[in-house]
């Protein structure tokens, strides 16, 4: 399976729990994540104030191990080999950045330059990305569906991103539910997948702050009748990682 990401996190956060379980059944898992999250905020007091490194740098190091976590066989950054297409130069798709709409659904930042993921000819970035599927052959692509999560550019982006590219190589597309209460999607639980979650997504402290976990509720239906994991995001908003996932099959079948 090939999994795609905008951002560092997003693989931890979107689909934890599916990675979890797909790498302890022995599915090979591979990652690709389009930006460095160059433009996300900091939690306070997660980076030295007098450090060296770059943001890029330190969330590079946090989903490095967040990987290592979930079982990812291997990652990848969209631009370089192999996610870069044919012939072309190594290039970079910068982090777009993003301002609220309203509470939970995210627009285009006005500061968004040229090289942002969202702004770049998106030929390019499918190119790179359908480089990346012909090299590793996954029986399927795993992405966000057409609302990207909560609307960020990038998540956006990435979602017409994996379709094309996933449509030109001929290989499925598994797109991944925004909400808890979609409609039209198939649901998994992976109450193993817990522990792992919670541990990769502890790798991320510039990101956010994981509160603790929650045990399945009796009765419940829904996202409460599996464990999640309770999460404090740098801007203070809380939420819950469900260890389901709700998946819907676009593209050519197999």
Request: proline residues 7%.
């Amino acid at each position: 399976m090939l999994a795609v990401h905008a951002h560092p996190d997003d693989e931890s956060l979107a689909t934890g729990a599916l990675l979890a379980e797909l790498s302890a059944r022995g599915v090979r898992v591979v990652l690709v994540t389009a930006t460095r999250g160059e433009e996300g905020e900091i939690v306070p007091g997660s980076v030295p104030a007098h450090g060296s490194r770059a943001l890029e740098e330190i969330r590079a190091g946090e989903i490095d191990a967040a990987a290592r976590t979930l079982g990812v066989a291997e990652r990848h950054m969209l631009g370089e080999p192999p996610a870069l297409a044919p012939d072309a130069a190594a290039r970079s798709y910068r982090d777009s950045g993003m301002t609220w709409v309203r509470e939970g659904l995210a627009g285009p930042s006005p500061d968004a330059g040229p090289d942002s993921f969202s702004l770049r000819p998106m030929d390019e970035a499918t190119a790179d990305l359908a480089a990346l599927i012909e090299a590793v052959r996954p029986e399927a692509v795993i992405g966000y569906d057409d609302a990207g999560t909560y609307g960020h550019p990038d998540h956006v982006r990435a979602h017409h991103v994996s379709a094309a590219a996933s449509a030109r190589a001929g290989v499925p597309m598994l797109e991944v539910a925004s909400t808890q209460d979609a409609e039209g999607f198939s649901w998994r639980e992976q109450p193993a997948s817990l522990e792992a979650v919670a541990a990769a997504l502890a790798c991320y402290r510039t990101q956010l702050t994981v509160l603790g976990t929650r045990p399945a509720v009796a009765g419940a239906a829904g996202a409460d009748a599996v464990p999640a994991v309770l999460v404090r995001h740098v801007g203070g908003q809380d939420e819950v990682i469900a260890m389901r996932t709700g998946l819907r099959l676009s593209g050519p079948a197999r």
